[in-house]
């Protein structure tokens, strides 16, 4: 079979951005954290012709939390503005925002059902 791997779906996080000696918005203690990206990407040959539910998060270095970022603050931070991250420019919410594939520890949608990666079913 030809087609096997040419095609596929992959889900890519990227660093945008770092905050570092900030007043984290998170647990208000003087930190640090890392503006990330992630989205899924469906390919041919390896070339992303696809690109869908792009989400920003922020991972915490003092309080270790991943947290959603608001969609228009994140494409701003991702243009190049310097924008000072507030509380309200985060999720938080007690349920997690990424489920992780427990077989093949691939970050999920928690509301996919099944991993898009390897096709095991996600308990979240
Ligand atoms: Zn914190
Ligand atoms: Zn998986």
């Avoid at 095609?7 to 208000?28: D, H, L, M, R, Y």
């Avoid at 989205?39 to 270790?64: A, D, E, L, M, S």
């Avoid at 494409?75 to 190049?80: L, N, R, T, W």
Wanted: aromatic share 14%.
């Amino acid at each position: 079979m030809f087609f096997i791997g040419i095609f596929g779906i992959q889900n890519k996080n990227e660093q945008i951005g770092t905050e570092s000696a900030v007043i984290c918005p998170v647990c208000e203690r003087y930190g640090r954290f890392e503006i990330v990206k992630s989205y899924y990407y469906f390919h041919i040959f390896f070339i992303p012709v696809w690109r869908w539910n792009k989400r920003y998060y922020i991972q915490t270095h003092c309080c270790k939390r991943i947290c959603e970022l608001d969609q228009e603050t994140g494409s701003k931070i991702e243009a190049g503005h310097s924008i000072v991250i507030e509380k309200e420019h985060i999720h938080r919410s007690e349920q997690p925002t990424i489920s992780v594939c427990p077989s093949c520890s691939t970050q999920v949608d928690p509301s996919f059902h099944y991993c898009p990666y390897c096709g095991s079913q996600i308990n979240s």
